[in-house]
């Protein structure tokens, strides 16, 4: 059976992870009708859904009308995410220590502000991503190695240190290095991963000055005990979870691994634009949007959030009305950077988001790079 038939399915999903409007009625409604739950389940599970999904439910006094297997997964799902949040603001700690009187502007990004801003189960994350200028890596991978970190990957539970030619191919082609890991030893984090970006998109060097412009407004907003530690400011925050939407939305490597769309991205940017947003933010997203050069960006990553959320804001409405590109066929491309070739797709953008084996559905063009 083909993705796209599931529509009842996909479209419950979708308000259980609605957690800060979460309409009762159209869920209740959702949950009389014969519904594939295995399939449900799996779908919250593959896109780091189930925490939203159990809050949302638990919210609405719902849970006692979904199947019990499903409940009782969800339940542990949540649990989890409680610990692991928990977790990784205890590791924020240690982060804070090393990054305090650092020489050089920094900013955490993504999970390690997140998981401040999120309820406490519905959002964990597995790294901290810290942006700074590519001229500062030096600098930040001495701190790193003094505290004990190595360069290598965590697989199946054990760590494999990189090999030379592995840390030079990341920082040479993908705007990061590879990642910095440290034992942790905390609950439901056993390795500690620090992430170094130095590009806004999946190239090494930028096309403008994106990085330093962010950093120059980065703001300390991340508690510990020591201090606060530096993130970029809320209206540049929300732009740079748009930009790394569409870098791996877009580049072709993700969408082989199956790891482009998933619906947590999303779902950081609906909670975000109904946490911060008024129509004087908008005004500022704009100006913030326009001055890095990202409307292509943020166009991508906002319709999609809009498209997904059922998001009725007349302030976004017109922000992308804005912002919109002339030639917005790059919705349905995907590139290849290393061979430089283009992709396209013809799926619905939600039927996209919920397909598997989307390699099998691209075809090549013969357009220059979107």
């Known amino acids: 059976m083909e993705d796209c038939t599931y529509a009842a399915e ?18 209740a409604e959702y949950l009389q009708q014969s519904l594939h739950w295995p399939y449900i389940l799996g779908q919250l ?12 439910l638990d919210a609405c006094n719902l849970l006692g009308k979904i199947h019990r297997e499903c409940r009782n997964t969800l339940k542990t799902v949540y649990d989890s995410n409680v610990v692991k949040s928990a977790s990784m603001k205890e590791a924020l700690e240690e982060v804070g ?3 305090q009187n650092v ?9 390690a502000y997140l998981v401040w801003l999120y309820p406490v189960g519905l959002r964990t994350s597995n790294d901290v991503d810290i942006l700074i200028n590519q001229g500062d890596i030096t600098a930040i991978e001495e701190k790193l190695k003094q505290a004990g970190f190595v360069q290598g990957n965590v697989r199946s539970g ?36 620090m992430d170094i970006n130095f590009s806004l998109d999946f190239a090494a060097k930028q ?12 703001q300390p907003l991340i508690p510990t005990r020591e201090a606060f530690l530096y993130t970029l400011e809320p209206v540049d925050f929300l732009i740079h979870l748009c930009c790394h939407l569409f870098k791996e939305a877009t580049v072709y490597a993700w969408v082989a691994m199956e790891r482009d769309l998933s619906l947590y991205k999303f779902m950081d940017l609906y909670m975000l634009i109904h946490k911060w947003t008024d129509a004087s933010w908008y005004s500022a997203l704009e100006a913030s949007i326009r001055a890095y050069g990202l409307e292509r960006e943020c166009y991508y990553a906002l319709r999609g959030t809009k498209e997904l959320f059922g998001i009725e804001n007349v302030f976004l409405d017109r922000l992308l009305l804005s912002i919109c590109p002339s030639n917005i066929s790059y919705l349905q491309s995907v590139m290849q950077p290393d061979t430089g070739k283009t992709y396209c797709y013809k799926e619905s953008f939600v039927d996209w988001v919920f397909m598997s084996k989307k390699k099998e559905k691209l075809y090549e063009t013969a357009d220059e790079t979107p």
């Open 207 to 218: 096309k403008n000055d994106a990085v330093s412009m962010l950093l120059r407004h980065a």
């Open 97 to 99: 220590s090393l990054l």
């Open 158 to 193: 054990t760590f494999v240190p990189a090999s030379r030619k592995e840390i030079i191919a990341s920082r040479m082609n993908r705007g990061e290095t590879v990642p910095f890991i440290k034992q942790a030893g905390l609950p439901q984090m056993d390795f500690l991963e």
């Open 10 to 27: 996909h479209n419950l999903i979708l308000e259980l992870c609605r957690f800060m409007q979460p309409d009762r009625g159209k869920i």
């Open 45 to 56: 599970l593959f896109h780091r859904v189930g925490g939203a999904a159990y809050y949302t």
């Open 103 to 111: 020489s050089f502007p920094y900013a955490l990004l993504k999970g």
